[in-house]
């Protein structure tokens, strides 16, 4: 026997709508201790926005007695569980604010940092929150120096640090997709100045090299010999930073040829110069 479907949504409606007049109920008690106790049941068992309204109602009850710090601490934590970090961030600084002596301290101090760091972007957008994240994850490093969080705190700098390393590298190789090898070679020559402790340096190097090659390659003739100068100043600052490394043979060609296209060059220069 087939059964309409509505006779299964009609069980499933019933339940919800029961859900939402119990705690309709408790949210209209005007008894406080009853509240607290049943925004720390829905606390528990991880029904958050429920938590989060009676927390929030209680704040007047509450204020200035000794179960205000944990009915504030779960409250900010409450948003934060919610995915709503931004008001997660702004609850646990002011937390720190109204308890600064509290034994959360620390520990809010780190999830304030952090969740500028779960607001961080896609990378093709603006970074200002990973930049947040890190520059507070530092801070928190410098406040709490035997922390047990420093460890995670240096991880999530790490990781801003290699997020904003790959969108500079995106931005650089865009340029050079492009055809803007000036602009590329300062681009990835900054990524090396930026981010010396970047396991992808020699690869940065090596296109400063060829991006300047190209860059020389496609000017004027009287422009040329200075820009493949260039080449062979960037090969030298390659060879000087990664002596070993498995690119320096790529980079020595662009180094060779510009050598000899300045010769050529010169060469030109002082058999015109004996013409006249």
Known sequence: MRFPKYLFIIPLLAFLLAGCSKFSKVEKSKDAAYK???????????????????????????????????????????????????????????????FPNSKYAEEIDYMRAYSFYKESPRLELEQVNTVKAMNMMQTFINTHPGSPRIKEATEIIDKARLKLEQKDYRAAQLYYNLGQFRAAAIAFDEITDNYPESTRGAEYNLMVVKSYYKFARLSIKTKQEERYAQVVQAYDNFSDRYPDSDLLKDAEEYNNISINQIKEIQNEQTTASTKF
Do not use: H, I, M, P
Request: net charge positive; glycine share 2%.
């Open 36 to 98: 607290l106790q049943k925004a720390d049941e829905y606390y528990a068992k991880k029904k958050y926005r429920n938590a989060q309204v009676l927390y929030e109602s209680l704040f007047s009850a509450y204020k200035g007695s000794d179960k205000f710090e944990e009915l504030y601490y779960k409250w900010a934590y409450s948003y934060y569980y919610q995915e709503l970090y931004r008001e997660a961030q702004q609850y646990f600084k002011s937390f720190l604010e109204t």
